[in-house]
């Protein structure tokens, strides 16, 4: 169980166009999904953390209106990247938090990430 | 805000050995301690995790430690095999939200 799936896993896009991610819990329904961007060898950064129906919540340094985080259901998060540029290039992963009456509501599932590369 | 330390960046042993990657966190508000294995080019899965209420869990040849006087956990992996090999992850959660070390590559040589 806790499945999360990512598409696409790779895409390479040019300069100025956008991207769009999406994230899906396969069965069990997340209130809360997570974004993460992770550079070769380094830690996950944590960019946003979205709940359903609700806007996202972006962390410090994290531009809003370029990573445009979209919730609309309980097993869908989408993320897009708008006008993407050479240094948007990166491993995006998303995770997602079984809802709170869930024994293991605590855990982070992570999806298997995109890789996006910008010309 | 949380802060976490995890240490050593690479370990190196030999197949059969073991391994121990260990953490450290400020937040004693931090209530539970997943650890994450990460293989080249994919998402991180979850191995094994603890709650601030046990002190020892353990998984086949995974086993997880915490110190929360200390403010310290270890992951402890026994007759590493070459499979091992990945980037290992700790986090610290708090309110559901995770702080994660800057990880552990672990490399088993056959």
């Known amino acids: 169980g806790a499945v999360v799936s990512q598409h696409p896993s790779r895409v390479i896009c040019k300069s100025g166009t956008s991207v769009k991610i999406e994230c899906r819990s396969l069965d069990f329904q997340a209130t809360t999904m997570f974004w993460y961007r992770q550079f070769p060898k380094k830690s996950l950064m944590l960019m946003a953390t979205?709940?359903?129906?609700?806007?996202?919540?972006?962390e410090q340094g994290v531009e809003k209106d370029k990573f445009l985080i979209n919730h609309a259901s309980l097993t869908l998060s989408t993320l897009t990247v708008t006008s993407a540029h050479p240094e948007d290039s990166s491993f995006y992963i998303c995770s997602a938090r079984p809802p709170r009456f869930s024994s293991s509501t605590d855990t982070q599932y992570f999806g298997p990430g995109t890789r996006l590369t910008v010309l | 805000g949380e802060n976490v330390e995890q240490h050593p960046s690479t370990l190196s042993v030999q197949e059969g050995d073991s391994a121990v990657i260990k953490c450290t966190y400020s937040d004693s508000a931090s209530n539970y301690f997943p650890w994450y294995k990460q293989e080249l080019g994919k998402g991180p899965q979850l191995i094994i995790d603890i709650r601030s209420n046990v002190g020892e869990k353990k998984d086949q040849r995974i086993a997880v430690t915490l110190n929360k006087t200390a403010k310290h956990f270890s992951l402890h992996i026994t007759e590493t095999q070459p499979e091992d090999s990945a980037v290992y992850f700790c986090a610290a959660v708090k309110s559901y939200i995770p702080t994660f070390g800057r990880g552990t590559s672990l490399i088993v040589h056959p």
């Open positions: 979205s709940n359903e129906g609700s806007k996202a919540t972006y």
